[in-house]
């Protein structure tokens, strides 16, 4: 009822300023004028209470010119300050954030601010985030800087506006620790490529740039070839206390000393993989280990911890991580726990209807899917949907196979479930659920029968990775849904069943499993571009039955880099 009433005094008001009734000021701008009211103009903008009661004019002035405005411009800034709501156009921004800055019109200037914010793209990030740190838009300056962070490697294919940086921008964004590069050498690259754009007035500022760069971080063989061949650093006297300090050290010579340095200090990772819970040696742990692809290690993440468990499911869904089912040895769990990476604390959230070990977990449109698993007697083909909104749980159409020892993931809209095992026999049955219809669709057979094995999306097809069939497999498999068909996949190095699955900087990482002989902490990667498995330093615990999940977009991800 209020912003009815107050809808009503507004459209009063405007009409009021525009048929001209009970102005008390013409503002002249250019060749145009604007009849207005005193008080209106200076209820919203300090600039005009200030003009109007300074005392520099007589109280009665009627006439005042404002300069440095269009009176296209203007007449935006009257619909604003009396109808409190302007159409704000991609053409009309920058000029109208101007505007309303020199107005001194802060709630406009925080509308045009999240205008743009809305827009940042690769394109024009560096665009933005300039124009903010001119009029000062302090937040819309960090969040269009924190795009460019983010997104660097992007930003740095697309956008026309970084060659054209000062090198005191330029200087801003590589000295990050949040940049996010997979590689060094890409900062190294910038910074020539930068150079080679103007190199007469820029060649000057290597040395300044080239200690922004973490040459610690290249390998051997590149930094002498790329960097201390480079013609720009080699023919400037201040590079070389920085190139001699990097070659001694990089070859072994007072290693502690340099890795302490800013020249060898990994960047943060704007994404980092957990490793949580699992079945170790003795048992049930419930562990952490967070694998930072920066600097590329494991370590414990301390935190207060949750009941040991295994053979659950994990996802990560609106900055909460989820843990779903599992079992302890003697009891299969319907309980969930919810884990907030900026807390470190666990909480209980509503349980499923049914307990379910080895569950297979996902999110699709805001919502967590846990299907089939395991629940002390039987094996599950029942499906049930929570929606974090109302902390409910709800049943959904079953599944057209019992599954346990199943794996999940989204592609396209729907869910992909694959493998498991039904009480009998390990199956090589796959089939997907569409939101929409509500209906579950079998699809084409694995060439392989996998229980435990693990699920996910990747390059636009659905991976079907290790697991077994009474022998443990290190076989993949991958299902492309333009052809409905599954084609074969590069062997990992390791066979694992019921291990950690993610996708982490475009690349398919597994974590631990058991190997059919034991259980293992070792850890690979799969490169679709080369079509290559990769090995990566083991986690310092042995488990299977562990849950993975990817945590990005944290604000305190610091906090979630290698110590």
Partial sequence: ???????????????????????????????????????????????????????????????????????????????????????????????????????????????????????????????????????????????????????????????????????????????????????????????????????????????????????????????????????????????????????????????????????????????????????????????????????????????????????????????????IGGCDGLDNFNSVCRFDPITRTWAGVSPMHSRRGYVSVCVLDGCVYAMGGFDGTECLNTVERYDPKNNQWTMIAPMHECRSEASATVLNGKLFICGGFDGNEWLCTAENYNPQTGQWTLLPRMSSRRGGLGVIAYGGQVYAVGGCNGVVLKSVEAYNPQTDSWGNVPDMINRRSNFGIAVLDDLLFVVGGYNGLTVANNVEYYDGETAEWHRVEDMGEFRCGLGCSVLSGLPNMSAYAAP
Avoid at 268 to 276: F, G, N
Avoid at 307 to 318: E, I, Q
Wanted: aromatic letters at 10%.
């Fill in 1 to 323: 009822m209020e912003r009815k009433e107050d809808t009503i005094v507004c459209n009063i008001l405007n009409k009021l300023r525009l048929e001209e009734e009970l102005c008390d000021v013409l503002l002249k701008i250019g060749s145009a004028e604007f009849h207005a009211h005193k008080i209106i103009l200076c209820g919203c903008s300090p600039y005009f209470m200030a003009l109007f009661t300074h005392g520099l004019y007589p109280s009665g002035r009627f006439e005042y010119t404002i300069p440095g405005i269009s009176s296209r411009i203007m007449e935006l800034i009257m619909e604003y300050a009396y109808l409190q709501r302007v159409t704000i156009t991609e053409k009309d921004v920058s000029e109208l954030l101007i505007a309303a800055d020199y107005l001194a019109m802060d709630k406009l200037v925080n509308e045009c601010s999240m205008f743009l914010k809305a827009r940042l793209c690769q394109k024009n990030c560096i665009g933005i985030w300039r124009f903010a740190s001119f009029y000062f838009c302090r937040k819309l300056e960090q969040q269009a800087l924190k795009f460019i962070l983010d997104n660097f490697e992007k930003v740095l294919s697309v956008s026309e506006e970084l060659l054209d940086l000062k090198v005191e921008e330029l200087c801003e964004i590589i000295v990050k620790d949040e940049l996010n590069v997979k590689h060094e050498k890409l900062v190294f690259e910038t910074v020539i490529l930068w150079i080679e754009h103007a190199p007469l007035e820029r060649k000057k500022h290597v040395a300044l740039l080239l200690a922004k760069v973490r040459l610690g971080l290249l390998t051997y063989d590149y930094f002498v070839d790329n960097v201390g061949n480079n013609v720009f650093v080699a023919h400037d006297t201040a590079c070389r206390p920085i190139i001699y300090s990097v070659l001694l050290n990089i070859s072994g010579l007072n290693p502690d000393e340099f890795l302490n340095s800013v020249l060898a200090r990994p960047r943060i990772p704007s994404a980092v993989l957990l490793a949580i819970g699992g079945w170790s040696h003795e048992g049930p742990t419930n562990t952490i280990e967070v694998y930072d692809p920066r600097a590329k290690c494991w370590f414990h993440l301390t935190c207060r911890g949750e009941s040991p468990r295994g053979y659950y499911g994990t996802v990560y869904l609106h900055g909460f991580l989820y843990c």
